[in-house]
């Protein structure tokens, strides 16, 4: 069975038990060669829809994608779980292009990445060299970005549509993480994929914890947020270049890990300011839109909005990069209606106005979002169509207790400010007029007036709110412009005259925040040997040149310090450890565990972790039943060479190595047969020099690469070293 299968690769070479949402839905949707749309949030899994469908089609797998700057990730990532990928884009020089298009010719790659103008460049010489080879899907990534009516139109996307033309037979998944009812037709209808099937999944991310703080003395309330969040990973987006500049420069004085990235800077400063934050190096990139459209790292624990974006899905989109693998986050906004003036300036587009007021309209929405008193989930998945329940209990809306009350008295000083000062003043100048602030900025004509100060008693936070409310309700109006003011309208007269009681809102109470509002990792594990871990991690990723959380993800640490493997079978019980990352990463890792339960005298809690598809790592089954490491052993024994089974048994040569080293114990398999006697005195002394390391990785990387991990790995066991 197709799917039987899928699962078996879902956990073999990714390391998951089963499928999420809509996952399994889209992959039997391909596998039938039929085309579809996938909606799915951030960090929910689009990828696998077609990554694990590419290996089981008999071709090419070719991902359109517009980020040249997450390719080289997802290619390093499949590479580590064993799949053949390789990518095409203008980062690469000619003789690594070369490299790849000799590697296609050779049948070596199964999916290949490439931007939308390689793919459709000249006068389609590249869709002429797809055409030499059996291409099996095409996936179609951001596929938002192909609709006008969307918040990041391509111009380049409108020409993917050719490819049905080209490659009528082969199946088209289209995936994206943001499109409202009117982007998904429009993408159906320019990719010519009319009458595909459409999955789509919650938009909920229950993880992420939404709260909103009005813009007052920013740097200050962003200080002390910051502070307390010294050892997470975290974005900061702000508006303009010349903001990101000073802002990282001001938090690196401040003591804070922060590095600034945009479009402004050279292309080797952004990639490397870019690495040093994938890699856990630097803990805050500060940053315009620029970056992070397709940033993998699933270790980010906030991201904050220092400037109002410009729509609900540029929100929902760079919010979702934190948390993506499923632990509590974060997303802080700071609003002020300042901002919602200073965009409007920014959403005409030159000879479009139809374009102009899609994007006007858009930029309305999310200044409702920025003043709204109830749930701040529920408004957000309303917005794509999603119903919800009232309150998640998983946003500041939902931990306050608003009341209603008679704010006729407070309307009609906010009322008479408006008045008495012409209509003239903006909404900062009215609040600091009522509170009779003794700035320069407050003109001494306006000081002699009785309204002057009458509103003394109310926070300014306060009177920035009720104002708000007002016009909301209709009692003041603003205008447009670059200064805007505030003017009375036609319900003002009324209240002024007493004939009219206005309502309005204020916090009563506000509860502790608790935790998750769903689907909540589990938190009580050892924090200790947690870090522990991820010093390992870090190793092994030093080693391999790639960013931690490719080798394990943080959740996958959490569970290790929470259920204490102590084998083989228990650690293949963990998200994210696959077959083959467990041969290369796994036993280090349980060395790490087995010697910290040692020191504090605890056992294994892997009886506490909910079973999914029971599968056990000592009898794991090939296709046909038999034990994948007796097949390995036998035809070792038959004679065939570790690169004759690796190519037969469509392995990879450390998969084969790592059977192997098994029967060494029971003498099955000697040392020579694994290393050439030559090798194993420089392994021995490389194990002795780096005997203090936690790790196979640093090891590996002074040997070099004639050198393999199932090398040093029998050498390590004739030594009595358990790795």
Same mark, same amino acid.
């Given at each position: 069975?197709?799917?039987?299968?899928?699962?078996?690769?879902?956990?073999?070479?990714?390391?998951?038990?089963?499928?999420?949402?809509?996952?399994?839905?889209?992959?039997?949707?391909?596998?039938?060669?039929?085309?579809?749309?996938?909606?799915?949030?951030?960090?929910?899994?689009?990828?696998?829809?077609?990554?694990?469908?590419?290996?089981?089609?008999?071709?090419?797998?070719?991902?359109?994608?517009?980020?040249?700057?997450?390719?080289?990730?997802?290619?390093?990532?499949?590479?580590?779980?064993?799949?053949?990928?390789?990518?095409?884009?203008?980062?690469?020089?000619?003789?690594?292009?070369?490299?790849?298009?000799?590697?296609?010719?050779?049948?070596?790659?199964?999916?290949?990445?490439?931007?939308?103008?390689?793919?459709?460049?000249?006068?389609?010489?590249?869709?002429?060299?797809?055409?030499?080879?059996?291409?099996?899907?095409?996936?179609?990534?951001?596929?938002?970005?192909?609709?006008?009516?969307?918040?990041?139109?391509?111009?380049?996307?409108?020409?993917?549509?050719?490819?049905?033309?080209?490659?009528?037979?082969?199946?088209?998944?289209?995936?994206t993480a943001t499109a409202d009812k009117l982007v998904r037709q429009d993408i159906l209808e320019k990719l010519h994929i009319e009458h595909a099937e459409v999955f789509a999944s919650s938009f909920n991310r229950a993880n992420i914890f939404y709260r909103v703080e009005p813009k007052r003395d920013t740097y200050s309330q962003l200080f002390d947020y910051l502070d307390k969040r010294r050892n997470e990973s975290g974005i900061i987006y702000c508006l303009s270049r010349n903001s990101v500049d000073a802002l990282a420069a001001d938090l690196r004085n401040d003591g804070f890990s922060a590095l600034a990235y945009h479009a402004g800077h050279d292309k080797a400063k952004r990639e490397k300011h870019q690495e040093l934050f994938l890699r856990d190096e630097v803990k805050i990139m500060v940053a315009t839109i620029a970056f992070g459209m397709g940033i993998d790292k699933s270790n980010v624990r906030f991201v904050v909005h220092h400037d109002l974006p410009k729509n609900i899905e540029s929100y929902y989109q760079e919010t979702g990069r934190a948390g993506r693998d499923g632990l509590e986050s974060e997303a802080l906004l700071f609003f002020s209606h300042g901002d919602v003036q200073k965009l409007k300036t920014f959403a005409e587009v030159e000879g479009n106005a139809e374009q102009t007021d899609i994007m006007l309209g858009k930029l309305n929405v999310m200044a409702q979002f920025g003043d709204l008193k109830t749930c701040r989930r529920k408004f957000l998945l309303q917005y794509f169509s999603e119903d919800s329940a009232d309150?998640?209990?998983?946003?500041?809306?939902?931990?306050?207790?608003?009341? +209603?009350?008679?704010?006729?008295?407070?309307?009609?000083?906010? =009322?008479?400010? @408006?008045?008495?000062?012409?209509? %003239?003043? #903006? &909404?900062?100048?009215?609040?600091?007029?009522?509170?009779?602030?003794?700035?320069?900025?407050?003109?001494?004509?306006?000081?002699?007036?009785?309204?002057?100060?009458?509103?003394?008693?109310?926070?300014?936070?306060?009177?920035?709110?009720?104002?708000?409310?007002?016009?909301?309700?209709?009692?003041?109006?603003?205008?447009?412009?670059?200064?805007?003011?505030?003017?009375?309208?036609?319900?003002? +007269?009324?209240?002024?005259?007493?004939?009219?009681?206005?309502? =309005?809102?204020? @916090?009563?109470?506000?509860?502790? %925040?608790? #935790? &998750?509002?769903?689907?909540?990792?589990?938190?009580?594990?050892?924090?200790?040997?947690?870090?522990?871990?991820?010093?390992?991690?870090?190793?092994?990723?030093?080693?391999?040149?790639?960013p931690p959380y490719v080798i394990f993800s943080d959740v996958s640490l959490i569970e290790m310090a929470t259920y204490l493997p102590q084998d083989s079978e228990q650690m293949l019980k963990i998200s994210g450890v696959g077959d083959l990352k467990f041969e290369k990463y796994g036993t280090e890792c349980l060395r790490v565990i087995k010697d910290y339960c040692e020191e504090n005298q605890l056992e294994s809690?892997?009886?506490?972790?909910?079973?999914?598809?029971?599968?056990?790592?000592?009898?794991?089954?090939?296709?046909?039943?038999?034990?994948?490491?007796?097949?390995?052993?036998?035809?070792?024994?038959?004679?065939a060479s570790i690169s004759q089974i690796a190519i037969e048994r469509k392995l990879s040569p450390n998969t084969i190595e790592a059977h192997l080293v098994r029967y060494m114990a029971s003498g099955e398999v000697v040392l020579n047969d694994l290393v050439s006697t030559e090798k194993v005195e420089p392994i021995k002394q490389a194990i002795l020099q780096f005997s203090g390391s936690s790790a196979i990785g640093p090891i590996k990387q002074f040997l070099g690469d004639q050198y393999s991990y199932g090398e040093i790995n029998a050498v390590l066991a004739t030594m009595g070293v358990v790795r």
């Open positions: 069975m197709p799917i039987t299968r899928a699962l078996e690769i879902l956990k073999h070479q990714f390391g998951y038990d089963d499928f999420r949402m809509n996952q399994q839905a889209a992959v039997e949707c391909v596998l039938a060669k039929k085309d579809c749309l996938v909606l799915m949030p951030t960090g929910g899994g689009k990828s696998l829809c077609y990554q694990i469908p590419a290996l089981m089609l008999d071709g090419l797998t070719v991902v359109v994608s517009p980020l040249i700057a997450l390719m080289k990730d997802q290619v390093d990532a499949l590479r580590l779980n064993g799949v053949n990928a390789a990518y095409l884009n203008s980062s690469q020089e000619a003789s690594a292009q070369q490299e790849v298009i000799a590697s296609l010719r050779n049948g070596d790659v199964r999916i290949l990445y490439v931007a939308p103008e390689r793919l459709l460049q000249g006068s389609g010489q590249f869709i002429d060299f797809l055409k030499s080879f059996r291409v099996s899907l095409f996936a179609i990534d951001e596929a938002h970005c192909i609709s006008s009516w969307g918040h990041d139109f391509r111009p380049e996307y409108t020409q993917l549509g050719r490819l049905k033309g080209w490659f009528p037979d082969v199946p088209v998944i289209a995936l309150k998640c209990g998983h946003c500041d809306n939902c931990l306050k207790t608003f009341e +209603r009350f008679d704010g006729t008295i407070i309307a009609q000083k906010a =009322l008479s400010a @408006v008045y008495r000062t012409e209509q %003239r003043m #903006g &909404l900062t100048y009215l609040v600091d007029f009522l509170r009779g602030a003794k700035s320069q900025k407050m003109r001494e004509q306006h000081k002699q007036l009785p309204t002057y100060g009458i509103g003394a008693d109310i926070p300014k936070t306060s009177w920035l709110a009720y104002f708000r409310e007002l016009i909301e309700q209709g009692y003041l109006a603003q205008t447009t412009g670059q200064y805007p003011a505030l003017v009375l309208t036609e319900k003002s +007269r009324d209240v002024l005259k007493g004939k009219t009681i206005v309502e =309005l809102v204020k @916090v009563v109470d506000e509860v502790a %925040r608790s #935790g &998750l509002g769903a689907d909540q990792v589990v938190q009580d594990y050892f924090r200790d040997l947690f870090e522990r871990l991820k010093v390992v991690r870090t190793e092994f990723a030093r080693a391999d040149n790639v809690r892997i009886e506490r972790k909910i079973p999914k598809r029971e599968r056990k790592a000592g009898t794991r089954r090939s296709s046909d039943g038999s034990n994948t490491f007796e097949i390995s052993l036998s035809m070792f024994q038959q004679g």
